[in-house]
């Protein structure tokens, strides 16, 4: 930035200066029109920009670099833009197809124009830079039979992220700017920009194989720059970069239309290779129900199976899953698609395996059972994937799940979600808190209490945040049953703080109270506990045990009488060892 206003801004020019500096400006010589101007001026075109509301919002110039349709531009011409045309010499309009790189600090766009013919005049590259007091000269579109120029001279150069950026001696109107400039031989070396501020006296021009050589990267579809502009972007050159830009795009696909057309140009570039119509085919049974779509769904798993000579398991993988992607969309779909369902679905990735007994196939026909209820023959596939180097968490997991569906009482279960825990990450983050809970839960039903205790412990250390009421509650439970006092009031405490008017959290507190022998605090919070929620034959309980302990046998009496009133079977034994009377 500091480079451009160094080159491009005068600081307190004063009158006189001007005057002096204008003597060095050289003015428009139309008389001195080259020769090669009338082959160049073919290569500029009118650039006018359209909003989404399809009014022009802007006019400008771009010229051609190549005779693909490639041509730079002014970057400020299109941002904000949603179409453009381009506006030959003889007044033919082509659509502005696609945008190919964009750098705002610099004012530049590489745009594609669709050419209304074969190939389109490109200008010839220079193959020096002009030095330091050559004559340059600048050709504006124009729509006359013979061609416009102004000519100047380079009065000085600065280097510019390895090229060189040139101040000129040449005056234009606004509307010439992105107009190409070229040295003595008719060959282009620059783009026209404008002055930083409107009292500097001369003109600048970036050079072409700046804006030449700017490009779309695999990240690119998320560039702000880029998604200023509504025109379609560009793939990346390598065949690599595209598929990843493609597998970017389609993990969040905001705009379903942006997706379709980057993935259809992926096709038309590459259009013997698989990957293109397996993305396209995957991207719409993803998203899509219309027969339309399907169809084309349809069309492309064929071609995929033409492309997969010797690799026919794959295609018959990829078939599986594109109708997998739609059979579970199915309850919303608008009707059912042909066949489309589960059972051809698994019929397809059965064909996979046939040829080739591959773990991920497998898993593959474990998830297409598991959906269809099967879960017997889901474990067994699962299995086999656990047996294979494709074993990790989510797969233990998905094992332990089907066999408690399946009413599965053994340890079996539960050791398979010790083998799921063992494969996640540690130190755990976030992605193994849901997994450690459920361990914790499953080994609580399974006795093992101590070991429950660390998971649930090791769960809110991954979460990272203070817990639901619930939790605190059944982590209190676990160390109550171990009688780890310290460790459960310090829980139910913190449920309390989120719920301190629950009755069950209060009678719980006082529980614990009463296994600390802390009985003054135990008839409080039972106490607490009975406000809210008077018959509970527990809470009067615990507090007329509470009461004997501190010797106020009157108030024991009445809560154990009010609880064996409710019901409670154990008041009645407490009153009959301590009062000697029973029912």
Request: charged residues 25%; glycine residues 4%; neutral net charge.
């Amino acid at each position: 930035m500091e480079l451009l206003k160094s080159n491009r801004t005068l600081k307190h020019k004063t009158l006189l200066a001007l005057a002096l500096g204008c003597l060095f400006v050289a003015f428009p010589l139309r008389a001195q029109t080259p020769k090669w101007a009338d082959k160049a001026r073919k290569s500029v075109v009118k650039i006018t920009t359209y909003g989404t509301d399809k009014q022009q919002v802007g006019e400008g110039t771009a010229f051609f670099v190549d005779e693909t349709g490639v041509a730079l531009s002014s970057y400020s011409l299109f941002k904000s833009a949603d179409s453009a045309t381009a506006t030959d010499f003889e007044g033919k309009v082509m659509p502005v197809e696609l945008i190919m790189g964009v750098n705002d600090l610099y004012d530049v766009v590489k745009i594609r124009i669709a050419p209304a013919k074969k190939k389109v005049p490109a200008l010839r590259l220079a193959e020096t830079k002009p030095a330091v007091g050559e004559s340059v000269v600048m050709i504006p579109y124009s729509s006359r039979k013979k061609a416009e120029s102004v000519t100047g001279a380079v009065e000085s150069t600065s280097p510019m992220e390895g090229d060189t950026y040139y101040t000129l001696s040449l005056i234009a109107a606004p509307e010439q700017y992105g107009s190409p400039v070229f040295n003595e031989k008719g060959e282009v070396f620059g783009l026209l920009q404008p002055p930083a501020e409107e009292s500097d006296a001369r003109n600048y021009a970036l050079p072409v194989t700046f804006g030449i050589s700017l490009s779309v990267s695999a990240f690119s579809f998320n560039d702000p720059l880029l998604n200023a502009i509504g025109i379609p972007k560009d793939l990346p050159a390598t065949r690599e970069e595209a598929l990843t830009m493609l597998y970017l795009t389609q993990s969040n696909p905001a705009d379903r239309t942006k997706v379709a057309d980057l993935i259809g140009r992926f096709i038309e570039r590459y259009p013997d290779d698989s990957e293109g119509y397996k993305m396209r085919s995957n991207f719409y049974s993803s998203l899509f129900s219309d027969n339309e779509s399907l169809l084309l769904v349809e069309r492309d798993l064929k071609t995929v199976m033409e492309l997969s000579k010797g690799r026919e398991d794959e295609a018959y993988y990829h078939n599986s899953q594109c109708i997998l992607n739609y059979a579970v969309r199915q309850d919303s779909a608008a009707r059912p698609f042909k066949d489309w369902g589960y059972e051809r679905s698994l019929a397809e990735i059965q064909k996979a395996i046939g040829l080739s007994p591959k773990p991920l196939y497998y898993q593959q026909e474990a998830n297409i059972y598991s959906l269809m209820n099967e879960y017997a023959k889901a474990y067994e596939a699962f299995q086999k994937v656990n047996a294979s180097n494709l074993a990790s968490y989510s797969t233990f997991y998905a094992s332990s799940r089907l066999l408690r569906a399946m009413g599965d009482t053994t340890s079996l279960a539960l050791s398979l979600m010790d083998s799921c825990v063992a494969r996640l990450q540690t130190p755990y983050t976030a992605e193994a808190a849901p997994y450690l809970f459920e361990r914790a839960e499953m080994r609580v039903a399974a006795g093992q209490d101590s070991a429950a205790l660390a998971d649930y412990d090791a769960y809110e250390r991954c979460v990272g945040k203070p817990q639901n009421a619930l939790f605190y509650y059944k982590r209190e439970q676990t160390a109550m049953r171990l009688k780890k006092y310290d460790r459960a009031l310090q829980d139910i405490r913190a449920a309390l703080r989120q719920m301190p008017r629950d009755p069950a959290l209060l009678e719980e507190q006082g529980s614990v109270f009463v296994s600390m022998a802390r009985y003054e605090e135990a008839v409080n919070s039972l106490e607490a506990s009975l406000s809210y929620s008077p018959n509970r034959p527990y809470a009067l309980r615990l507090k007329g045990f509470a009461l004997l302990q501190l010797d106020r046998r009157e108030e024991a009496r009445q809560a154990l009488e009010n609880a064996k009133d409710l019901g409670d079977p154990v008041s009645v034994q407490i009153l009959t060892r301590f009062f000697g009377k029973g029912e």
